[in-house]
């Protein structure tokens, strides 16, 4: 499995930003998708993630009413929508995905990354 994110980008605080991450390989193995971030100096958190059917999603408390995560399984794309953008969202993004091997076994894989920065 392949992951590519796209969509990064500098907004002013306030603003908008849509980043996309597009799956190919062994994309019908993919369960769950998520979006995590790493801040200089800081360790990599959890931002969102979305089940197989996107039926399920989890946020973040930081970024809960403001972000919304969503995937296009036609697409093998996942998205997130990024409202009311603050500075402190200021990271790099990473999209993840889990490939179900087995009953209960699982692989894990990490994009190279986007660049969002807010300025205020």
């Known amino acids: 499995v392949q992951l590519v994110e796209s969509g990064g980008g500098l907004v002013q605080a306030g603003g908008s930003l849509t980043l996309s991450c597009a799956a190919s390989?062994?994309?019908?193995?993919?369960?769950?998708m998520g979006w995590y971030r790493q801040a200089p100096g800081n360790q990599r958190e959890l931002v969102a993630t979305?089940?197989?059917?996107?039926?399920?999603?989890n946020y973040a408390d930081s970024v809960k009413g403001r972000f919304t995560v969503s995937r296009n399984n036609a697409k093998n794309t996942m998205y997130l929508q990024m409202n009311s953008l603050k500075p402190e969202d200021t990271a790099v993004y990473y999209c993840?995905?889990?490939?179900?091997?087995?009953?209960?076994?699982?692989?894990?894989?990490w994009g190279q990354g986007t660049q969002v920065t807010v300025s205020s």
């Open positions: 993840n995905a889990q490939e179900t091997i087995a009953s209960g076994t699982y692989l894990y894989y």
């Open positions: 390989g062994s994309t019908f193995s993919i369960s769950a």
């Open positions: 979305i089940t197989s059917g996107g039926d399920n999603t």
